[in-house]
């Protein structure tokens, strides 16, 4: 072998080397960050967990943890011991108890995954469907101080797009008077206030059939296989199971709305009408844009034009004309006024 | 007592926490609204509305008749079509004066001037045939077209005609995921891409904006305009009988750029469902008043904010071009210049996309400006094909006044109609120009979609070319 052979196998052996043991860059150092990661991930979901079957008052087993991360029961059962030996968890009898830093950690993850959450909904077009899925991948990528600047960033917001309270930096939470809507009787009516965001297959058909925080519902029918209510003027079938999910309180009675809903959208050229109100599905930019242009509670709104295809609209409101879209007027309500 | 005010404090900011619960979700609305019940409530008391305003008459009649089923398109499309023809019509004259100033009068006084002073003829032939020459030509072709496009468009907009287009479009590009006002960005485009990227400002929704910012350079521009008509003319007029000749290739064009709509039209789509979609996106549209349009203020910033400054960079960006033009043709190495060098080793591949290796080459190097890519090839045509007395020399650009001394250097070049209508397209689908590339970074401050915007043309332009070529050596 000549000398010039000799230098490249060093400089490639080298190369190699350097690729595999580099301090933080090398395959390596990634790998360990990665395993520490997936730890990290592990320990706080097993968190969460305990904590969501507290608030529940459900007891906590080590098979219960196996079966929600998805792992053994030898090892559910070590990461428990383990947490029990950094002061997060402490054993009573056959079950675990969070202790009071156990709780305030799970706190932290859990208003991260709902911080993110308000921001998903609120700053992007992300569906709805994927809130959840993406805040449970970044709740363990978010710093408590990132987690505060993208708090003031969205301006304090106090629930989730579920309805869930966001916990405050130092973990406080509201203490909550919900109900669920299988306990309201026929005829009754209420707000809804929280959809439960898991199981994501069971959230996704709610968003679909048009559910959503500070939802206006009336009972119409309670039977055991079938819920029917009725919301902004539709009416919506539920099985049992998925009504369980949605939670709801009384409103006062100033507060319900009643009379038949119409929507902007209903409005033929001419005709006038008084907002009553934004749909809480039209979130973020869409509902500040909504906002700035005048379309507010008050506001009289008439339709100037319809275009081509009589999609979008023209509507005067404020002196100023501006159309919007089908999908847009349908979520602005009114009141209406007979025209001139 | 400093205590006791301590826990009086501590007490406030509790019951302000515990409030904070209570006042829920729609606070910022509930603040809103109460600004605005306060400011109607204000006006109500100050302000005093004297009639009915008279403009309301006139602006709903004109609303009605452009909106209408019947007489919407139609109107639009006979004022868009006025606004081309008047420009394509109009440009000519200022276009031909400025060409016989800058390139046959200018051009070889400097090289007098050059050889009057004793400059060696590499420093002669680098800056007034590279630098000056590539300079002239952007605004010899650039400048007439646009200085007239953009102030009718301009006056257009100021009447307030054209977000009733945007109205009146919009159900299309919201199929597509897009703004109806991309529809007068796209437009725009057609008079020059950094401009409609530039106007793309008038869209407010962030992803509808960078969709119709990626997707401009699917109309073809200023720059593009003469190559699609000079080689409709060369290759398909020539198919059809001779008195039908000018018809086929003016709709060969009109193909071009239907194919143009239809991949924005798809890119925009497929943009607003792929990686564009978790983006923020909204819509609305103002329909201000009509009023008479401000002319002399409309010329002056259409003049002045667009042409000028689009110009100016494109100038920038051509000078050096120009450069690198002269200077691949006139190094040499191994006995043959640099430009048939890299030309011989891009002929394979260029042959298999149904292009050549000359156009390839043309279109690396004439990145600057799409204007300079026709006498590009001319020039490395002439020099490729080792045709003697043709043309102004190695690395001088140079163009043909008439269209059939232009088909026959092609045709020499080993030109078929294969080549032709594959450089139609991709004169259609290639990267924006490097103004345009320039200006998508400067507008949306992201590398990211800069690259998507100047590689995703590209990569169809590619796919199609060779779909195309595939399929006519199939058929024949």
Known sequence: ??????????????????????????????????????????????????????????????????????????????????????????????????????????????????????????????????????????????????????????????????????????????????????????????????????????????????????????????????????????????????????????????????????????????????????????????????????????????????SVTRDPVAYSVRGATIALRKQQADMIFIEEKGGE | MSKNVQSKAESIINHARGLRWQVGESFHDRAIEALYEEATTIAGKSVIIAGEPPRFNFDRTLDRLVTSRWTGFPIMFLLLAAVFWLTIELANIPSQMIAGLLLDTVHPALKEFGVWIHMPGWLSGLLFDGMYLAGAWVISVMLPPMAIFFPMFTLLEDFGYLPRVAFNLDFMFRKAGAHGKQALTMVMGYGCNAAGVVAARIIDSPRERLIAIITNNFSICNGRWPTQILIATIFLGALAPPHLAGMASALAVVAVVLIGVFFMFVVSWGLSRTVLRGEASTFSLELPPYRPPRILQTLYTSVIDRTLIVLWRAVVWAVPAGALIWLVSNISLGGQSLAEGVINWLNPAGVLIGLNGVILLAYVIAIPANEIVIPTVLMLTVLAAKMAGVGSGAGVMFEFDSTEATAMVLQAGGWTILTGINLMLFSLLHNPCSTTIYTIYRETGSVKWTAVATLLPVILGVIVCFLVAQVWRMAG
């Open chain 1, 1 to 306: 072998m000549n000398p010039g052979e000799m230098l490249i196998g060093v400089l490639v052996l080298l190369a190699g080397a350097s690729a595999l043991f580099w301090p933080d860059r090398g395959l390596m150092a990634r790998i360990k960050t990665s395993k520490l990661q997936a730890d990290r991930e592990r320990v706080e979901d097993a968190l969460k967990h305990l904590y969501d079957m507290e608030a529940k008052g459900l007891p906590c087993t080590p098979e219960g943890i196996a079966d929600a991360l998805s792992m053994s029961a030898p090892e559910s059962a070590n990461l428990l011991r383990r947490l029990v030996s950094i002061g997060l968890l402490k054993a009573e009898g056959g079950a675990f108890r969070l202790t009071s830093e156990g709780r305030s950690y799970a706190l932290r993850i859990i208003r991260v995954h709902r911080l993110w959450e308000r921001y998903l909904a609120d700053e992007t077009a992300v569906s709805e469907s994927d809130w959840h899925l993406e805040a449970e991948k970044k709740e363990h990528l978010i710093s408590a101080e990132e987690a505060a600047a993208l708090e003031r960033r969205l301006g304090h917001p106090a629930y989730d797009p579920h309805g869930d309270p966001i916990p405050s930096a130092a973990g406080e939470l509201p203490e909550v008077s919900w109900k669920s809507l299988t306990a309201l009787k026929e005829g009754e009516i209420a707000g809804i206030v929280h959809i439960e965001d898991e199981p994501p297959a069971y959230y996704a058909q709610l968003a679909a059939q048009g559910f959503y925080p500070g939802l206006q519902v009336r009972v119409i029918e309670l039977r055991t296989d079938r819920i029917t209510v009725e919301a902004n003027g539709n009416e919506i079938a539920l099985a049992p199971v998925l009504a369980a999910n949605l939670s709801v309180v009384s409103l006062p009675a100033e507060q319900i709305k009643s009379g038949i809903v119409r929507t902007l959208s209903m409005l033929r050229p001419g005709e006038r009408g008084i907002v009553t109100g934004i749909s809480q599905a039209c979130r973020g930019l869409q509902r500040r844009r909504l906002m700035d242009l005048g379309v507010v509670p008050g506001a009289v709104i008439e339709v100037a034009m319809e």
